[in-house]
């Protein structure tokens, strides 16, 4: 398990600032394409933060998802960062990271 943890650490840190991508993008980029709910739970071990930005990785539909600290300061990070949050949600098209 330790090893899977470091795969989703090592490609999230690929995504860049006012960029998001997905649990499900995370988990096919690891090559563990129905591993998406592994990859949360991983991202909320994340002992790496914020050098490893899983605040960066939302939920398939744009929806903010889950976050150690709370989804109203993974919202604020992602402003802070220049993405928009409308309704709790991100459009992808604009703000998608395709690994």
């Keep these: 398990m330790k090893q899977f943890r470091e795969k989703v650490y090592r490609i ?3 995504i ?5 991508s997905t ?3 995370v988990a096919r980029a690891i090559g563990s394409p129905r591993a998406f709910r592994a ?3 991983a991202l909320n071990k994340n002992p790496y933060a914020p050098q490893v ?4 990785v939302v939920r398939s539909d744009g929806r903010i998802g889950g976050f150690a600290s709370g989804s109203k ?7 802070k960062e220049g993405v ?3 309704k709790r949600k991100i459009n992808l098209k604009k ?5």
């Excluded at 930005?53 to 960066?56: E, N, S």
């Excluded at 300061?73 to 402003?79: A, G, I, M, P």
């Excluded at 703000?95 to 690994?99: E, K, T």
Aim: positive net charge; hydrophobic residues 30%; glycine residues 10%.
């Design 73 to 79: 300061r993974k919202t604020t990070l992602l402003k």
């Design 16 to 20: 860049p600032r006012g960029r998001v």
């Design 53 to 56: 930005p899983c605040h960066r």
């Design 95 to 99: 703000f998608g990271f395709r690994f």
């Design 39 to 41: 990859v949360g739970s």
């Design 84 to 86: 928009e949050v409308k």
């Design 23 to 25: 649990y499900a993008a």
């Design 12 to 14: 999230t840190k690929r």
